[in-house]
T-cell receptor
């Protein structure tokens, strides 16, 4: 059974600092990796995807992938109070056309 | 684009009643997913369609659950008969390419 593991938190980070969110996955056949943000009472919102080992940057967000270690991370630079949310890691054997397996999420709190 | 549209947003029903959830995917997307989210189990993939054809329904918990996609712009998830343990937020999501799935606002189902 495919599993995606995340620390549930809460992870508390001061405003302006770097928030680091981590995720491990069990299926070595996974090819596509996604980070979603979910505010309380709202739906998951796609913020980044990554397919290749290494780093991928998009604005204040950087996704990091290490397939050998089956590890994905998300860095949020210059954290803002509006970044406070639950961050969900998701993996897929194929691309977005396949069903995603989600972790249970990490609750991030940015302290003003 | 209006995004993925789900209805109703909230549903309260009595145990034993039939419940039908509806979803309109983003125009042009060829994959559609139904997810269920609870505090205990997180986001679970129930079923997904590709080009209106069900590809994987292994996540459907019981025969009480059924899903259809009669055309590219509409899908339903039906629970008959409903039970209190079906109470959850049900999300529909759609995707087109390898870049992840986009979620609707969800239907909060309460079975009393």
């Amino acid at each position: 059974q495919k599993e995606v593991e995340q620390n549930s938190g809460p992870l508390s980070v001061p405003e302006g600092a770097i928030a680091s969110l981590n995720c491990t996955y069990s299926d070595r056949g996974s090819q596509s990796f996604f980070w979603y943000r979910q505010y309380s009472g709202k739906s998951p919102e796609l913020i980044m995807f990554i397919y290749s080992n290494g780093d991928k940057e998009d604005g204040r967000f950087t996704a990091q992938l290490n397939k050998a270690s089956q590890y994905v991370s998300l860095l949020i630079r210059d954290s803002q109070p509006s970044d406070s949310a639950t961050y969900l890691c998701a993996v897929s054997e194929g691309g977005g056309a396949d069903g995603l397996t989600f972790g249970k999420g990490t609750h991030l709190i940015i302290q003003p | 684009d209006a995004g993925v549209i789900q209805s109703p947003r909230h549903e309260v029903t009595e145990m034993g009643q039939e419940v039908t959830l509806r979803c309109k995917p983003i125009s042009g997307h060829n994959s559609l997913f139904w997810y269920r989210q609870t505090m205990m189990r997180g986001l679970e993939l129930l079923i997904y369609f590709n080009n209106n054809v069900p590809i994987d329904d292994s996540g459907m918990p019981e025969d009480r659950f059924s899903a259809k996609m009669p055309n590219a712009s509409f899908s339903t998830l039906k629970i008959q008969p409903s039970e209190p343990r079906d109470s959850a937020v049900y999300f529909c999501a759609s995707s087109f390419d390898l870049h992840g799935a986009f979620f609707g606002q969800g239907t909060r189902l309460t079975v009393v």
